[in-house]
């Protein structure tokens, strides 16, 4: 009998171990929710090249204390284990974002022939909102809470034979079950 108890409770904390939300896996669904809208919007460009940058938040250690949940000793990494798991994206740093550019050497050819760049920046502030948020999923398992994140991206391509450039961003509000609720891309304003 006390082996059964043994073997109850053992698979009983592995189950709720089991729950604790791995950030990889929510950033792999905001990755794939904007690779979606952007293949959708883009008709006209079937050459995509589509970029991330890697750079994520690294915490030592997180606990929960008197004050609230505390993340220690943040280390900024370039986590390209979570790149090799997207077969759609390819990982490159933000300072390859901020660089690209297209030349326009075929002057006679269409704009479609031209890749449609989409840099993803990587936004440190909201993967910390993403990680601190699954520690209070973790150590709080009945809290109600709300949180968006809000990715900057910058859209480089030619259009009537010039190199055109526009940076916009998608926000995305998640619950505490990490779905998304709200899903919308906002622009900077001229």
């Not at 997207?86 to 022939?113: G, H, M, P, R, W």
Request: charged residues 25%; hydrophobic residues 40%; glycine residues 2%.
């Amino acid at each position: 009998m006390k082996l059964f108890f043994l073997i109850s409770s053992l698979i009983f904390m592995l189950h709720i171990d089991a729950q604790v939300v791995n950030p990889n896996i929510i950033r792999a669904k905001i990755y794939d929710t904007i690779m979606q809208d952007i293949n959708k919007q883009n008709l006209n460009f079937p050459n995509q090249k589509i970029v991330i940058d890697p750079t994520i938040n690294k915490f030592e250690d997180y606990r929960m204390d008197e004050f609230g949940i505390k993340l220690d000793s943040v280390k900024y990494e370039q986590d390209l284990s979570f790149c090799n798991k997207l077969s759609a994206y390819k990982c490159v740093t933000k300072f390859e974002i901020d660089n690209y550019s297209i030349t326009n050497v075929y002057k006679n050819e269409k704009d479609a022939i031209f890749p449609d760049f989409y840099g993803i920046y990587a936004p440190l502030d909201s993967w910390y909102n993403l990680i601190y948020y699954s520690a209070v999923g973790h150590f709080e398992k009945n809290k109600t809470f709300q949180f968006s994140i809000l990715l900057p991206v910058r859209n480089v391509q030619i259009k009537n034979k010039k190199m055109e450039e526009q940076v916009y961003f998608y926000k995305l509000l998640f619950d505490e079950r990490f779905q998304i609720l709200k899903f919308e891309k906002l622009f900077l304003k001229p």
